[in-house]
């Protein structure tokens, strides 16, 4: 009869082999486990990654498109928070100019331009707001603040108005230079007079905020702000029926610019119920995909578990065995 055996050092290093290649096993079947997919998928898909990767290709657009939605929310949403603000001034302004005046009071008025000044400063600010470093009403040149200060608009106008003492010819001037190209436009804005581009949110699905502050009825709105502000100014020494006059025509002007507003406001709520939707409709796919993708590579883990105890037992055994060879000695095998 032959015999084969091997040395105690090729023995040893077999048995370490095998305890490596049983460990490995075992950490692939706890991934299985742990994660509900197999750790094979090449053996799992029979080599054809197609439908896989159709499937993370769609996986990755669906991403970037609920990050697109998601931004584009964000932008909208400051962007009706403002013209929420605005539109407050508006009605808050219009309402109480039409309540309190004519006043033949030197103090109402002046209070009434005091209060139109820090309202016109708030418009300002608000429309120069921005979000993540990106302004909401300067266009495309989101890099900078659309509007320059209050103080620069009011010093302006003073300028144009010089001069003039009747309500008509300073409300005409006024127009006239907020019409002008070389007006508020050139002077006051310094956003792009391009809008924002479409921006997709979903498979043809695109939402565009184009909205910017140099848009009419926005310049209307600070246009009668601005003639408020300046009624009572005292360098321009108007007198009391001119300056009635004017906070009066302001006030009725915001009330108009009050609606115009709600428009705009409108028209920004649709293009938020549309990302809304399509972030919805994205939710939805995303959630398909990840479904037929866990479907591809689950993994049974009732046959997992079967594997990972059998593993388990063999690993035991080995080691069981190992002990044993370790405690062999000339000593043992002649007694």
């Not at 063999?314 to 007694?335: A, D, G, H, I, M």
């Amino acid at each position: 009869m032959n015999l084969t055996s091997i040395g105690d050092l090729a023995q040893n290093l077999l048995l370490r082999n095998r305890s490596a290649e049983i460990k490995s096993t075992i950490a692939t079947l706890t991934q299985e486990l742990s994660t509900g997919q197999t750790a094979d998928v090449a053996t799992r898909l029979g080599g054809d990654y197609s439908y896989l990767s159709e499937i993370d290709r769609n996986l990755s657009r669906l991403n970037g498109f609920a990050h697109a939605a998601s931004e584009t929310a964000v932008l909208a949403g400051a962007s009706q928070l403002a013209l929420e603000r605005v539109q407050d001034v508006a009605t808050s302004l219009g309402s109480d100019f039409l309540t309190t005046l004519p006043s033949n009071l030197q103090s109402v008025r002046s209070q009434a331009t005091e209060r139109a000044i820090g309202e016109l400063e708030v418009v300002f600010a608000t429309l120069n707001g921005s979000v993540g470093g990106r302004s909401l009403f300067s266009g495309i040149a989101t890099d900078r603040a659309p509007l320059e200060t209050a103080d620069t608009l009011l010093t302006e106008l003073k300028t144009q108005i010089a001069g003039l003492v009747s309500a008509d010819d300073i409300l005409t001037a006024v127009d006239t230079w907020f019409a002008d190209p070389a007006g508020f436009d050139s002077v006051i804005y310094s956003g792009s007079d391009q809008p924002l581009s479409a921006i997709q949110v979903g498979a043809g699905e695109y939402v565009t905020l184009s909205l910017r502050a140099d848009n009419p009825d926005l310049k209307e709105m600070i246009r009668n702000t601005a003639v408020a502000a300046l009624a009572a100014d005292s360098d321009l020494a108007l007198n009391a029926d001119t300056q009635n006059s004017l906070l009066r025509a302001a006030g009725e002007g915001m009330l108009q610019s009050e609606g115009k507003l709600t428009s705009l406001r409108a028209d920004l709520g649709y293009a938020e119920s549309r990302i809304e939707e399509a972030s919805t409709r994205n939710a939805s796919a995303r959630t398909g995909l990840e479904y037929a993708r866990n479907e591809l590579l689950e993994a049974d883990p009732f046959d997992t578990a079967a594997r990972l105890q059998e593993v388990q037992f063999q690993l035991e055994s080995l080691y069981s065995v190992t002990v044993r060879n370790s405690r062999l000695s000339l000593l043992s095998f002649l007694k």
